[in-house]
């Protein structure tokens, strides 16, 4: 069985960092980057996991001089899962994070990933990223330790069919092991927010907030207003470590 990897200088894309944002904020994990995705948002910052050449969606730095869409075979890497076990049991840490692109679109391999390592040493605790429009599968489930969902708001430019599936919205909602991390970029996304929430009863103390930010400026002036919607309905503030710490680059 093999994983699709983005790929990054050559090399899959698994490196050692800290968490950047959500639940495990600052949290030195191993980060293993899966390629694809199923949505398509305008601001994506991992834009070279799907925005393929000769596809037709939009992107925010479309305008920006020299961004072109990405030749697929130049990003992506498939990879059997046992040599990606031996690239992740070779890094310094067992708090491993699954993101991408969407993970979820991969979720046999990454479940025969996570088995694989468990059968190497005692210690890892698994956390994926995920958009929350895939409803996990048992085996997946029975594996992972920690969902960051990350529901798409319509800032994010994919048509609301796309990006709500109540399916896995009730899945979500209902686990024990989900939280949820709402990118916001204006004050009035809140309204959606709100809805969402509502819709599918999802408890205040698992939500997290956090400001959508591609350099430390526009992270600067957006803090204030989302930490004040944070208090007054009991959200949890996000920030981004990596948009501080390194600005847009990847792979750290
Ligand atoms: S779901 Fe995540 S990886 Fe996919 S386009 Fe949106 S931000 Fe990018």
């Not at 970029?185 to 009035?188: F, I, N, R, S, T």
């Given at each position: 069985m093999q994983l699709t990897l983005a790929r990054l200088n050559e090399q899959p894309e698994i490196f050692y960092s800290i968490q950047g944002e959500g639940k495990s904020l600052g949290v030195p994990s191993v980060f293993v980057r899966t390629s694809l995705c199923n949505l398509h948002c305008i601001w994506c910052d991992t834009d070279y996991t799907w925005n393929w050449k000769n596809t037709r969606f939009p992107h925010a730095n479309d305008a920006t001089p020299g961004y072109r869409k990405f030749e697929k075979k130049d990003w992506i890497v498939k990879i059997d899962i046992e040599a990606v076990a031996d690239l992740v049991a070779d890094?310094?840490?067992?708090?491993?994070i699954l993101t991408g692109g969407e993970p979820l679109l991969q979720q046999p391999a990454l479940a025969a990933l996570m088995r694989a390592l468990r059968a190497r040493a005692t210690g890892y605790f698994f956390e994926t990223e995920t958009n929350g429009t895939m409803v996990p599968s048992a085996e997946f489930d029975a594996d992972i330790d920690q969902y960051n969902v990350s529901p798409k708001l319509e800032n994010s430019n994919n048509s609301r069919k796309l990006r709500e599936k109540p399916a896995a919205y009730h899945f979500f909602a209902q686990s024990s092991k989900a939280n949820f991390k709402f990118v916001v970029?204006?004050?009035?996304d809140l309204d959606e927010v709100l809805e969402l929430i509502e819709r599918y009863q999802i408890p205040a103390d698992k939500v997290y907030l956090m400001p959508e930010a591609s350099t430390a400026p526009v992270l600067q002036q957006k803090r204030q207003w989302v930490v004040d919607i944070c208090k007054n309905h009991g959200f949890r503030y996000s920030d981004r470590l990596h948009v501080q710490i390194w600005g847009g680059k990847k792979g750290v």
């Open positions: 890094q310094p840490c067992k708090n491993i970029a204006e004050p009035q």
